[in-house]
């Protein structure tokens, strides 16, 4: 099975690929991870996106999609494969389909902009160990103290509302296409986000048999 997971950022895409890829026995391939085993390995694209990196610059569709490429076609992809993050825009996902890779089924995790400010700008995370935390859904026992290591609670600059806001922009102006993109090819299936992760996760996995 190959399948694209869409959704705006705090849409919760992480939590749902690695349930499908440990109940498929299928890798959840995200663009982020596979850049960075790219410059790790040393592998041509990925020192072509070191270069870009190292000042500071966007990694180039050309080189993303070099590097996805090649990762789709290494064995254990033979049997299916979860795209998390890749494609973002309409030339991404129109450059995977002249590489040949069929696409089986595109699952797009709807969650409204204002649950997702709320749930992102209300994580922190302990400076020391890096515990997690939410204001309303995951207190500390002692409020900004971290209960494992008595660490202070911070906010990542990620989680900021403004910063969630930008990123929310630019999802709904490149990203946000390519339902109408998947649609046309009848592989697009909606899924509402819900408050329980297992319930969403249930949602999915209907989608996946239908």
């Given amino acids: 099975m190959k399948l694209i997971l869409l959704g705006a950022p705090g849409a919760g895409k992480g939590t749902q690929a690695a349930v499908i890829s440990e109940r498929y026995h299928i890798p959840q391939i ?28 966007l990694v180039p569709d050309d080189v993303v999609i070099g590097i996805i490429k090649d990762r789709l076609a290494q064995p254990d992809c033979e049997s299916g494969f979860i795209l998390d993050g890749f494609p973002r825009t309409i030339p991404q996902a129109e450059a995977l389909d002249s590489m040949g890779v069929v696409i089986d089924k595109v699952i797009d995790i709807e969650v409204p902009d204002d649950v997702i400010v709320n749930r992102m700008s209300g994580r922190r995370v302990c400076e020391k160990c890096g515990r997690p935390y939410h204001i309303v859904n995951l207190k500390p026992k002692v409020e900004g103290i971290c209960d494992d290591c008595t660490g202070a609670l911070i906010q990542r600059k990620d989680d900021q509302i403004d910063t969630v806001k930008a990123r929310l922009d630019i999802y709904h102006r490149e990203t946000e296409p390519l339902k109408g993109y998947y649609e046309k090819q009848n592989k697009l299936y909606v899924v509402e986000g819900q408050n329980s992760v297992e319930e969403t996760i249930a949602l999915t996995m209907k989608a996946l048999e239908a």
Avoid: P, V
Wanted: aromatic share 4%.
């Fill in 30 to 57: 995200s663009t982020g991870n596979i850049i960075r085993e790219a410059l790790k390995s040393g592998t041509e694209m990925g020192l072509k996106a070191k270069s870009y990196m190292d000042e500071g610059k």
